[in-house]
């Protein structure tokens, strides 16, 4: 299935870029797909934490796996954070940048403060709206309570609502895998529409952003080829390689949609059935991290900030930089697995630390396109925390 992936890729690209009149005739296949996986979304994630939060039985076992969980999501972000620090320190793809390029963005001060409202729309008011909207952070929290609760209650409650909730989310695993079978089509639409959309200015954006993206791509790599399979060999005593041959379909998908809450079926599906994670460990560890863990996102927020400095000619100090690294830290919590959020959340960095927010303008250009790896990054490493925390748990693994 990956080559048949990666193939569609390339073709995309290829299609993007020879016959960019012609893409009405394709993008609806990416359209379709996309609505696919929205659909099964909400449903999926709401059936699989009640269901894994159920499994888990008591609530000493639930506060574990969320310590763990959440453990390891701030580690592995912190550990991104730094590689990108480091490398843009190295680097210094903002000293000499071009501020011409910079374009006005709209928007910002909405933005701005919507990091605290992020927090406390945690807590639903309206849990029907909140499943209509979409709200996962939402979603997950209700879920979680629903779930702790179930099995609070006397077994002739408890047993009905425990088997109903198992089998929805076995339901949603099986149009998961059908949906899978369109992933081909999917990406050929989405990147196909995506290339012809920046088509006329692509070169010209690589040229001039060329090492600000490389020193991007760059530290991504490093956390995602090194660092991540450390951890999976180290703390999780299994093989990274496997397990990432296991992720391919999910991989290229969040690359191709730059979102991980789109991808989430996919990755669910993939942890389980080929690197051999428990139902009951992904079913709670992978659409927390979907919501939660994003060190690309983090990365990227942290390597965008410190370019924007660079190119304004700020030089940031230690106290300023580690301002950064927090809240990289807690922006990329509280942005969403969909395209471009990191994007808008760099606005909450950058008045942190007295940067103008116009800022934005410089990196806007070539953002969609570091979106595609970023993304990757977010989804491979939530697949690598369940491995972890699955073998943590004394599960046996495939990888
Ligand atoms: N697109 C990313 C994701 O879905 C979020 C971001 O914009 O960084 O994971």
Redesign the pocket.
């Known amino acids: 299935m990956h080559w048949q992936i990666l193939i569609a890729l390339v073709l995309g690209i290829i299609f993007g870029v020879t016959f960019p009149d012609l893409i009405k005739y394709v993008e609806w296949m990416g359209t379709l797909f996309l609505r696919a996986l929205r659909m099964i979304i909400v449903p999926l994630i709401f059936s699989s934490i009640v269901s894994g939060v159920t499994g888990l039985g008591s609530g000493e076992n639930l506060g574990r796996m969320t310590m763990k969980t959440i453990g390891y999501y701030l580690t592995t972000s912190l550990f991104a954070i730094f590689t990108g620090l480091i490398l843009v320190n190295l680097i210094k793809p903002g000293v000499g940048a071009d501020l011409g390029l910079s374009a006005v963005v709209e928007g910002l001060d909405v933005s701005r403060d919507s990091f605290g409202q992020t927090l406390i729309k945690i807590i639903p008011t309206n849990i029907i709206e909140s499943m209509a909207k979409g709200d996962l952070p939402a979603i997950i929290f209700f879920a979680i309570i629903f779930g702790f609760f179930a099995t609070r209650v006397a077994p002739s409650y408890r047993d009905p609502i425990v088997n109903f909730f198992n089998a929805i989310f076995e339901i949603m695993m099986k149009i998961t895998m059908f949906v899978i079978k369109f992933t081909p089509f999917g990406v050929f639409g989405i990147v196909a529409a995506l290339i012809s959309d920046h088509s006329d200015n692509l070169l010209v954006i690589f040229g001039r952003m060329g090492i600000y993206m490389l020193t991007v791509i760059g530290a991504l790599a490093i956390h995602a080829f090194i660092t991540l399979p450390l951890i999976v060999r180290i703390l999780g005593k299994s093989n990274p390689v496997k397990h990432a041959r296991g992720m391919s379909v999910p991989l290229l998908t969040?690359f191709s949609?730059?979102?991980?809450?789109?991808?989430l079926p996919l990755t669910m599906e993939a942890v389980e059935f080929n690197s051999g994670v428990s139902n009951k460990t992904t079913s709670f560890v992978l659409p927390l991290g979907?919501t939660i863990n994003?060190d690309?996102?983090a990365l990227?927020?942290c390597v965008a900030v410190l370019f924007i400095a660079q190119a304004y000619g700020v030089e940031l100090t230690i106290i300023q930089q580690l301002v950064v690294i927090l809240t990289a830290l807690l922006a990329?919590i509280g942005?969403?697995?969909?395209?471009?959020?990191?994007?808008?959340?760099i606005t909450v960095i950058l008045s942190a630390v007295g940067l103008p927010l116009e800022g934005v303008g410089l990196i806007l250009a070539v953002?969609r396109i570091l979106?595609m790896f970023?993304?990757a990054v977010?989804?491979w490493s939530d697949s690598c925390g369940a491995v972890v925390i699955a073998k943590s748990e004394g599960e046996i693994l495939k990888v």
């Open positions: 969040a949609t730059s979102s991980s809450s789109a991808t979907a994003m690309g996102t990227y927020q990329s942005a969403a697995g969909i395209p471009m959020a990191g994007l808008v959340i953002d979106d970023r993304t977010n989804v």
